[in-house]
């Protein structure tokens, strides 16, 4: 027995050196459902608490809460889009019904009413109890205080006879509780007491800020005695409810000033067969029995033949004397004499459109919800002001909402050379919420980015043909040049696009409007809007050490930085690739301190408010993107561990790999390996790319199916080499300048002696498509190619429509991404020597097409003309096209489905492995839906 015992022992010492020598397995496509990642990750106002939600990419996720110092204090199945309490003592999120559940449901093809429905959870902090609510369709949470109201509910209590307390879920005397199924019941809830008040057949609601009193709309069932139709308010405090409008109708737009002491909203009672219904504004302060019109149709202060809008959003001023809310021209009645057989229907161009017919009818909806934003003052005598008109129709509020100007900027009349340019040109104004009073900032319209400052001091705008960056005092009305003096160019230096380069941007503003922070292409700027004194906040730091500085305020709702506040500034090594964060006080002189500088990819900072602690997530090319806490990202805590599947299957590395193109270029891409990568043997290797792609280097990338980009996981899991080259353009060759740089950096790589040099393969989507499909005109250096949406025909594609937005496609070849730089008529020799259906006929390489029957963004039909002519050229070529798809595969049973067939197809042409048989045989249409054909050849003896 001793000598068994002591044998046990030994083979027990000597497990863990024998698992080192298995070998890890290579990624499948059953793992993606359950690959893991962190969403919504949050910190308490306190500092104290922390939260995340890890999802798998199929199935239920689940909500963590745990203390900043990583003590868990609760997990919760399917929790998702959680928040905290202002006083981070509660935690409120929906429940999401579970997974399968969904599923078995939608497989009965049950109408949306009897789907699955969201519960309400509700977790205290302190106490660790964790209350539940069934059936709920939506939440609020007051911004100010721990007050909950939310809409759909009923309780969940483990007890099978609840003895809930007299004061909880107390009913009001006057009936409001009856089922109604236009309504549903609501809910408003005192986190801190446990009392509650239930209201029925509710439509619409609004808590305040303070919690201190919320509005809701009633629609009483039909012929109901009990229930009475209106919008009421109940306050909190004093537990009563206050009918402020009776009668049936319709709602909308409920809102509060910030002490809850005012209430407006916009109403249409007409009949329900009124061919116009149009609204009227009510307030309410809560002083008389109801609320009173503000404006309502037909009164003289509107345009003729306008009313309040029912779209239009309404907003108090903070101190609450100006009411902001849109109006419109009353809707043009529906002629119902009309036999809908017996009338025409059609769509006519007209080239003095503003818009494109088909852009028009892409934004339909949203121009019929269209207003005009005014303001009126209840406390004033009902003084209104009419800031936007059909000319002026796009105004933003200062942070500051107390200030007297809103921005606004308009186009009217300069919209048509968007077909071209892509953009259009704009004039921008100052418009007086006391006088109207509309002042011009720039007096010729300009390709330019307006904004207004938070306190509402200046109108900041970068101008396009300046370049330059530009500020306009509200109070001397005078325009400061803010970036002359500096000595550095604010525009992207790398440029290689036909069109003006677009500025590197705007961080953020100090306090009172004092200093505006603007980035060049490596430093911060920090610039006096009212003089035009620009100092260099980074010290030049990065320029002279190729570092990128960029900077977000870390709280939320946060409006400017605080005089004494400490910068955490996000920084990415431009050479190495390498990311990090230093730290510089917005007063201080010194440089820049160096806080974390690693091989990793980190994201931006969120901020306790009322503490010195950061959450946030950090990543590798091997380590999933966790969450950490910490207060000065050097002692840091990690609260998530996912993923830990990982380690079973072999994975992959990255490395920065430079060359010399033929033409001198500097050039630089990443080379991923399997992780059990051997010098000594050889590997086919497959090339993706897309514009610039070196940057993510340290992002994790978990295999996951694939929208018709190169899943880099699955591949180099499986023994492929992935190269991603990044790519510069010369304006007029984007086809020879894809030649120039991805062909000179495989041509690189092949010299090494791992290279399978006899088995590479390219992969591109969109406009990787396009260039996949224009390499294999100009070389045979390739075993097999992939392209994914590509366009072929240039001059085909110049004059067409995207239409996912409506908008013409020559923008994109004459000033953006096709970077042709001219007409089709001006440059027609560029057009077609960039397009390779006219260099077909040399085409050698086996291509697989992806164009799918609803992209909105590539005509479909360049991937139909693309196989035709190869097919009839006699070329191996495969076009798959998923009905009733996007641009990118959208769902996730097409993206698993090409994940398979793109691993097959470089499998079978770059390692030799039998062919399926959608390659081999195809799948003809009285298949469709009985065979998927990807079985291999060899499997089924054909």
Not at 8 to 13: E, M, R, S
Not at 286 to 300: Q, Y
Request: aromatic share 12%; with cysteine; hydrophobic share 35%.
């Amino acid at each position: 027995m001793h000598k068994l015992a002591l044998l046990f022992a030994c083979l027990i010492g000597l497990r863990p050196a024998v698992a080192q020598q298995v070998a890890k397995k290579p990624l499948d496509h059953s793992v993606y459902d359950k690959w893991e990642s962190v969403v919504n990750q949050k910190i308490s106002n306190n500092g104290k608490y922390v939260l995340f939600q890890v999802k798998p990419q199929q199935g239920d996720g689940t909500l963590h809460i745990k203390t900043a110092g990583n003590r868990p204090l609760a997990k919760i199945s399917r929790g998702d889009s959680a928040v905290f309490s202002a006083d981070s003592r509660y935690v409120v999120f929906p429940i999401k019904p579970p997974y399968q559940l969904v599923r078995q449901a939608k497989i009965k093809k049950k109408k949306p009413d009897d789907m699955p429905k969201d519960s309400l959870g509700i977790y205290a902090l302190e106490t660790g109890k964790l209350t539940k609510y069934a059936n709920v369709k939506s939440f609020q949470l007051a911004e100010k205080a721990s007050v909950l109201a939310f809409l759909g509910t009923k309780p969940l209590v483990k007890d099978p006879k609840p003895k809930a307390p007299a004061d909880t879920l107390k009913k009001l005397t006057d009936g409001l509780l009856e089922a109604n199924k236009a309504g549903a019941p609501l809910t408003v809830l005192n986190l801190l007491t446990g009392k509650a008040r239930e209201f029925a057949s509710v439509t619409e609601y609004q808590i305040s800020k303070l919690g201190n009193r919320t509005a809701f709309a009633v629609l009483a069932p039909k012929n109901s005695k009990v229930v009475q139709s209106g919008l009421f308010a109940f306050d909190l405090a004093a537990g009563n409810l206050k009918k402020l409008s009776a009668g049936k109708g319709v709602y909308k737009n409920l809102a509060f000033d910030d002490a809850g002491r005012q209430l407006a909203f916009t109403a249409e009672k007409h009949a329900e067969k009124a061919l116009v219904k149009p609204f009227s504004l009510y307030y309410s302060d809560f002083g008389a029995d109801s609320a009173a019109v503000l404006v309502r149709p037909g009164d003289k202060v509107l345009k003729t033949g306008w009313s309040p809008s029912g779209f239009g959003k309404i907003v108090f001023s903070e101190n609450g004397e100006k009411l902001y809310f849109g109006t419109a021209p009353d809707p043009i009645p529906q002629d119902t004499t009309l036999v809908e057989f017996e009338h025409a229907k059609l769509d006519i161009w007209n080239y003095k459109d503003d818009y494109l017919q088909p852009m028009q009818l892409k934004n339909l909806k949203k121009d019929l919800q269209r207003n005009y934003q005014a303001v009126i003052y209840p406390k004033q005598a009902n003084k209104f002001i009419q800031l936007e008109d059909e000319y002026l129709r796009d105004s933003y509020l200062a942070e500051n909402t107390n200030t007297e100007y809103v921005l606004a900027v308009t186009d009217t009349a300069k919209r048509v050379s968007m077909q071209w340019e892509g953009s259009t040109r704009k004039q921008a104004y100052l418009v007086s919420t006391r006088t109207g009073e509309r002042i011009a900032i720039n007096s010729k319209a300009a390709k330019s980015r307006f904004q207004i400052s938070p306190h509402g001091d200046y109108a900041v705008w970068y101008d396009d043909a300046a370049k330059a960056w530009f500020a306009f005092a509200v109070a001397t009305r005078k325009t400061v040049n803010l970036t002359q003096k500096a000595g550095v160019s604010f525009t992207d230096e790398e440029n290689d696009s036909p069109t003006d380069p677009d500025p590197y941007g705007l961080a953020a503003w100090t306090k009172n409007d004092e200093a505006v922070l603007i980035y060049d292409r490596y430093d911060i700027w920090k610039i006096n809007p009212k003089t035009g004194l620009a100092v260099n906040f980074t010290n030049g730091v990065g320029r002279q050490n190729k570092l990128k500085f960029r900077y977000r305020l870390p709280v939320a709702k946060q409006k400017f930085i605080e005089p004494k506040e400490e910068l955490l500034l996000q920084a990415q090594n431009e050479v190495d690739k390498t990311w990090g964060y230093y730290k510089k006080g917005i007063a201080g002189t010194k440089s820049p301190e160096l806080v974390a500088m690693a091989p990793m990819s980190y994201s931006t900072l969120d901020k306790a408010k009322n503490a010195g602690s950061f959450i946030y997530t950090k990543s590798s090319v091997s380590r999933p993107a966790d969450v950490y806490v910490s207060g000065d990202l050097k002692k840091e805590i990690q609260l998530s561990t996912i993923n830990a599947q990982q380690q079973d299957y072999n994975w992959f590395t990255a490395e920065l790999v430079h060359w010399t193109t033929p033409k001198g270029f500097k050039a630089t891409g990443v080379l991923y390996k399997p992780e059990n990568f051997d010098p000594n043997k050889k590997y086919p290797m497959v090339a993706y790319f897309y514009e610039k792609l070196s940057d993510g280097i340290y992002r994790y990338q978990a295999p996951a199916p694939s929208p018709s980009k190169l899943d880099i996981a699955m591949f180099a899991s499986n023994g492929y080499l992935v190269f991603t080259p990044d790519i510069s353009y010369t304006i007029g060759e984007p086809g020879p300048s894809a030649v120039e740089f991805i062909n000179s950096g495989v041509e690189d790589l092949k010299k090494n002696s791992w290279v399978d040099a006899a088995h590479i393969g390219i992969q591109g989507q969109s406009w990787g498509g396009y260039q996949v499909a224009y390499l294999i005109t100009q070389t045979n250096m390739y075993a097999a190619a992939w392209a994914g949406a590509p366009v072929v025909n240039m001059t085909s594609a110049y004059g067409g429509i995207r239409w996912e937005s409506g908008m013409s496609r020559q923008f994109q070849y004459e000033r953006t991404q096709s970077r042709i730089g001219g007409t089709l008529w001006e440059k027609p020799d560029l057009y077609i020597r960039n397009s390779p259906l006219f260099q077909l006929p040399k085409v050698q390489t086996p291509v697989v097409i992806m164009s799918n029957d609803a992209d909105g963004a590539v005509p479909w039909y360049q991937g139909i003309e693309m196989f035709t002519d190869l097919r009839r050229l006699g070329k191996p070529v495969w076009l798959l096209q998923y009905n009733g798809e996007a641009h990118n595969l959208v769902k996730r049973e097409n993206r698993k489905d090409i994940s398979i067939r793109e691993l097959q197809f470089f499998d079978h042409y770059l390692k030799g492995a039998p062919a399926p048989v959608w390659l081999e045989k195809g799948v003809p249409a009285v298949e469709k839906g009985r065979n998927w054909g990807l079985e291999t050849s060899q499997r089924n003896g054909l």
